[in-house]
């Protein structure tokens, strides 16, 4: 495949001016040249906007919108897509993320390569974190793990699998096919709420329903600096707890329709186990 594909970077934020610039000048320094970075910001309450025209002023690279009000991850990310019309891939990052150099580069040669294969790819970077990973994906030595019983998905974002890896599934920062996420309909508006748990998974499983395989790229690199303020952050472990126990629910009912007669009683009893062993 000898086109230059045009890769749309689509960058939703709230409330994180203090981290923006870093995240948005590692998109500019990209090595991969034949990129745009969509800037959507839901209606912050800090000085994201004057952070978002300085840099449109000096580059015609970025492109950004403002919300009149918040409207929420998944409402703001399907915002970028659209407005990322003449994009052949897009990838969804977040404003905690700074990208190595040659992360893009080696995210679109990948799909490139797998796709002179006849293969419908979503390409995912390995990020290194700042937060401990999944204790479930580290002990099967995984980059990524799904209970088939109660359809949890745990992570190990940073593990080096040492080359290109097909995996069932992968995290919020993907580099996809803009036709793909168009015929799979984008993110789903209004479903899941609060923290928005399960929002990217969602995503990636329908995208998987109609044909799209995983691979995990060791060597694309991102360090994902994990901050409590602003996004989806929430505080208080009640109400954590709360929001990923009705989000996964939603999540299976939407994605493992019948299977999840069975799968929810079995989330919910081991969910019911952790929570005491925790409080002891």
Do not use: W
């Amino acid at each position: 495949m000898n086109k230059r594909l045009l890769v749309s970077i689509i960058l939703p934020t709230y409330n994180r001016a203090s981290i923006l610039e870093a995240c948005i000048d590692s998109v500019l320094n990209q090595t991969y040249t034949n990129l745009e970075l969509i800037v959507v910001d839901d209606f912050s309450k800090d000085n994201t906007r004057d952070i978002l025209l300085k840099y449109m002023k000096q580059t015609k690279k970025i492109r950004g919108q403002s919300n009149s009000v918040n409207v929420g991850s998944s409402i703001t990310r399907n915002i970028g897509i659209k407005m990322a019309n003449l994009a052949d891939l897009v990838m969804i990052i977040e404003d905690d993320l700074v990208l190595h150099p040659d992360c893009v580069e080696k995210l679109v040669a990948t799909y490139n390569t797998l796709a002179e294969q006849g293969i419908d790819a979503v390409v995912i970077p390995r990020l290194i974190e700042n937060t401990p990973p999944d204790k479930e994906a580290v002990m099967r030595n995984v980059p990524f793990y799904i209970d088939k019983l109660t359809g949890e998905i745990f992570n190990n974002y940073g593990l080096d699998v040492g080359e290109l890896t097909e995996v069932e599934i992968g995290h919020a920062c993907c580099l996809y096919s803009k036709n793909k996420l168009d015929a799979m309909g984008g993110y789903p508006e209004g479903t899941y709420t609060g923290t928005r748990c399960r929002e990217e998974s969602d995503v990636n499983m329908r995208l998987a329903k109609i044909g799209c395989r995983f691979f995990f790229q060791p060597n694309a690199l991102a360090d994902h600096n994990r901050i409590s303020t602003g996004g989806n952050r929430m505080y208080g472990r009640v109400k954590k707890f709360c929001d990923y126990s009705r989000n996964h629910i939603v999540y299976l009912l939407r994605i493992y329709r019948i299977k999840s007669l069975y799968m929810i009683p079995c989330f919910l009893c081991k969910l019911g186990v952790k929570t005491v062993v925790n409080n002891l």
